[in-house]
């Protein structure tokens, strides 16, 4: 029998970051973290298991994949569907509206698309619905993928190790209810990251001085960032989402040897955002691990963000996004 579904996923942005696992095998963060859903940037996947194919096989926007991008989809497959060797193989086409592995979010929009696609192929599009399993299953993907699941603004708990329901993700304000919200994203002409963010993850469990400072600060930043949702005080989640990205990065910087995602032009865009916010516009910064700045703002102040990124040398194009939607199946993949 084949078996087939399709879904789109939307990218998240983290405005109080996750950085590091309490369980390997079950891929646990060990403090929450919360995320802004992005409008229509994501990621469109495909997955048909059929009696027909001879092997399994992964398509990122045309281009048949192979190494290690391959192994963790095919082991998320096996996981989530519990197939025996003898089930059919799978094929899996995947198109990004985001460049891919670049510290743009595509494996959170990517693994999102693929959990819920694979769920609905395998066993059936009711069996989506299931929410604490299915969040579970992003989250064993990659963990940003369980708040790409949801709409709008979206907290992923902190796990406790050995328990895999402990932490999924909770939608903590829906997308039409901060209409104002924005989020502008520079991207520059990179390509993916030289190192995994699980890999860039161990590697600062490990050996940085600032982990545990990172991770207690976490903690705070989220209940201060769902307590300035609810007043949708813009300020206050702008200071707290500037400060998580700079607090990851300064763990990241404190490893042995430092991990250091930011370019030159990171920077400029840091102190562009900040000379705005001298002149008293609304505007934060956020980067995650990758080079490629983002900034939290309001409607009447997004075009002269885009402006200011846009200005700077090295920056590509510029992306704006409202809150977007949560994740959801497709007749069909374009
Ligand atoms: O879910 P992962 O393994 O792709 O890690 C995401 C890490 C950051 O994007 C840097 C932060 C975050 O919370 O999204």
Request: with cysteine; aromatic share 8%.
């Amino acid at each position: 029998m084949i078996r087939e579904a399709c879904a789109f996923a939307n990218a998240n942005i983290a405005l109080v970051k996750y950085w590091g696992k309490c369980d390997d095998p079950l891929n646990l963060p060990a403090a929450p973290s919360l995320s802004f859903t992005l409008h229509q940037l994501g990621t469109y996947t495909r997955v048909r298991f059929d009696p027909a194919y001879d092997s399994n096989q992964l398509w990122i926007n045309g281009v048949l994949q192979t190494g290690e991008a391959t192994q963790r989809v095919f082991a998320h497959l096996s996981r989530l569907t519990e197939r025996k060797p003898t089930d059919p193989c799978v094929h899996v086409y995947t198109r990004n509206a985001l460049p891919t592995a670049s510290g743009l979010a595509s494996s959170a929009s990517g693994f999102a698309a693929l959990t819920l696609a694979a769920t609905a192929a395998w066993f059936g599009p009711e069996r989506t619905k299931e929410m604490p399993w299915i969040s579970t299953q992003a989250r064993q993907g990659s963990a940003s993928a369980a708040r790409s699941l949801l709409g709008g603004l979206v907290v992923l708990s902190e796990g406790q190790p050995g328990d895999n329901l402990s932490s999924r993700a909770t939608q903590i304000l829906a997308e039409d209810q901060w209409p104002d919200l924005q989020m502008v994203l520079g991207v520059l002409d990179e390509g993916p990251k030289p190192l995994s963010s699980t890999q860039a993850m161990n590697h600062t469990r490990q050996s940085s001085i600032y982990y545990d400072a990172f991770l207690r600060a976490a903690r705070t930043d989220v209940a201060q960032a769902i307590d300035s949702i609810h007043h949708r005080d813009l300020e206050q989640l702008g200071d707290i989402t500037e400060c998580s990205a700079l607090r990851m990065h300064a763990a990241l910087w404190g490893a042995h040897p430092g991990i250091v995602y930011f370019r030159g032009v990171t920077l400029e865009a840091l102190h562009a955002i900040r000379a705005l916010r001298t002149q008293g516009h609304p505007a934060w910064f956020t980067c995650d691990a990758g080079p490629h700045p983002k900034v939290l703002t309001n409607r009447a102040t997004a075009a002269l963000v885009g402006e200011t990124l846009q200005s700077i040398p090295s920056i590509r194009h510029v992306l704006f996004s409202s809150l977007g939607a949560a994740a959801r199946l497709c007749t069909e993949c374009p």
